[in-house]
């Protein structure tokens, strides 16, 4: 029997890890990424700031599972029905049980010029696109605008506006930073008093937020937008995210079980998962990650079902998704939000919680050392 699992981000490392601890050695399990890293997306907007953190924030997937197969190609096309995937490479995979776990790709909504005058942020190699281009900014003075008021562009402007004070530049006197969100509030998704303390985060560093505007055009010194035209010179679009091109840009609807299909489920940003009390859930590494334990039991249930020989029988029952974290984190340039249950906190103590999350999640991977460097490079 084989199970196989596309993608290593998140979702798809927490589910190989727990398939591993689950299945017994006579399936095969098998991961399938583009890259050999695992590399923590949330963390990726600090290598704008600081380079060096690439090196903290990336594990080699080999170093991660004990017999799992890891096969770095890309998926370019998925039957989840069928349960196989087609590879760049040219092989094929095929599954009995597998997990869509392809993560998001940048969404650009088919706004005209948004693709080839904006830099996303989905990678080390964006982070690196924007600080050299931002260095140069602030070399001549100019306007950078952040396209999208979400955690990720609220983390970018902030990360951008202290760069620019470490760098001898002020904000907004010499380098502009613009925050532009179509929605009315920044971290629109989230409670008005976390909404509010990263507002204030942000509005303290300088940065100019500009909600209920829609971005309509793009050209390649201009924002064309419902309120006027905004010119620039750099542009970072984080505005929101459309599934992997190998299921043709789509986040596919799974239910609290998480299946997608009878063989193959689906999980973390690649899917728009509804929890078992009907509540959409957002796309965050936490919930991936405990997404991870669902969609591991009820693949083990599944396998052992079938193994036992009792096809005849009633399907096993499915433990069920539920949508459940202590709070939220976003880090603001030097500084953080953090809301652990009612309370919000900034400061020190959101520092410290900030840091404690990504070298938490480093630690339980097995990387201690490069989780101890992260809070070197957070703290710092």
Not at 107 to 120: M, S, V
Request: net charge negative; proline share 4%.
């Amino acid at each position: 029997m084989h199970v196989a699992v596309l993608g290593a981000g998140y979702a798809g490392v927490a589910l190989t890890r727990k398939l591993e601890a689950r299945l017994p050695p006579e399936v095969d399990i098998t991961l399938v990424d583009e890259a050999s890293d695992h590399v923590l997306v949330h963390e990726i907007h600090r290598a704008i700031r600081r380079p060096r953190v690439a090196e903290a924030i990336s594990v080699p997937l080999a170093d991660l599972f004990d017999r799992a197969e890891v096969v770095v190609d890309r998926v370019v096309d998925v039957d989840a029905e069928a349960g196989h995937a087609e590879l760049a490479g040219g092989d094929t995979v095929e599954w009995d049980y597998g997990a869509l776990c392809l993560g998001s790709e940048t969404a650009y909504y088919g706004i005209d010029g948004l693709r080839e005058h904006a830099t996303p942020l989905k990678s080390l190699d964006d982070a690196a696109a924007i600080r050299e281009a931002f260095l140069d900014v602030v070399d001549h003075g100019g306007r950078v605008v952040v396209g999208g008021a979400g955690l990720s562009g609220v983390q970018v402007a902030g990360e951008l506006a202290t760069l620019a004070s470490e760098e001898g530049a002020s904000v907004p006197e010499d380098v502009e930073i613009v925050l532009v969100e179509q929605l009315g509030e920044v971290a629109p998704n989230f409670p008005a008093n976390f909404r509010q303390a990263v507002r204030e985060q942000l509005e303290q560093r300088g940065v100019d937020i500009e909600t209920g505007t829609t971005v309509e055009r793009v050209f390649d010194d201009r924002i064309v937008t419902d309120d006027g035209d905004l010119g620039y010179d750099q542009f970072v679009w984080t505005g929101g995210i459309a599934g992997d091109d190998a299921v043709d840009g789509d986040r596919p609807v799974v239910r609290g079980d998480l299946r997608l299909t009878d063989r193959t489920f689906a999980l973390g940003d690649a899917a728009r998962v509804v929890d078992t009390d009907g509540e959409p859930v957002p796309a965050s590494a936490s919930a991936a990650i405990r997404e991870a334990r669902t969609a591991a039991t009820n693949i083990g249930r599944l396998v052992a079902h079938d193994r036992d020989g009792s096809a005849d029988d009633f399907a096993p029952r499915l433990t069920q998704y539920r949508f459940e974290v202590p709070g939220w984190l976003v880090s603001v340039g030097d500084g953080a939000v953090a809301q652990l249950g009612p309370t919000v906190l900034t400061g020190a103590a959101a520092k410290a919680s900030k840091a404690s999350v990504g070298a938490g999640y480093l630690t339980s991977v097995g990387a201690v050392r490069k989780a101890r460097d992260l809070v070197n490079e957070e703290l710092s």
